[in-house]
């Protein structure tokens, strides 16, 4: 099963639809320390990481490599794989590649 399941498809269409623009990492990030209804401080330390960090995940002035969005995604409790390809994704927008990332775990 690849990432861009059908379900996740519409998901993603819908979060673009609402927000205006593609889904990044500092927009999903924002948005689960806003439904979890925690400060930048403590969110910033349940990701071990400086508040400073994590403004600028947010406000998309820094993009984590891949291997940090995953540890990231563990941390919050979530499957890394929508992490680490909006992450690619961010790397590969940021130097202009037209591409989009999709992710296919490996068997076991």
Known sequence: MTIKST???????ALEKITGAQLRLGH?????RQAEEMT???FAQK??????Y??????HRKCPSPKLAAAYAEKLGYSP??????????????????FQVELTPLAA
């Open 81 to 98: 794989e929508q992490f680490v390809r909006l992450a690619l994704q961010e790397k590969l927008n940021q130097d202009g590649l037209h």
């Open 40 to 42: 930048v401080t403590a």
């Open 7 to 13: 379900m996740t498809q519409r998901s993603l269409k």
């Open 54 to 59: 994590l403004c600028d995940l947010e406000h």
């Open 28 to 32: 999903l990030l924002a948005a689960i």
């Open 47 to 52: 990701l071990s990481i400086s508040k400073q």
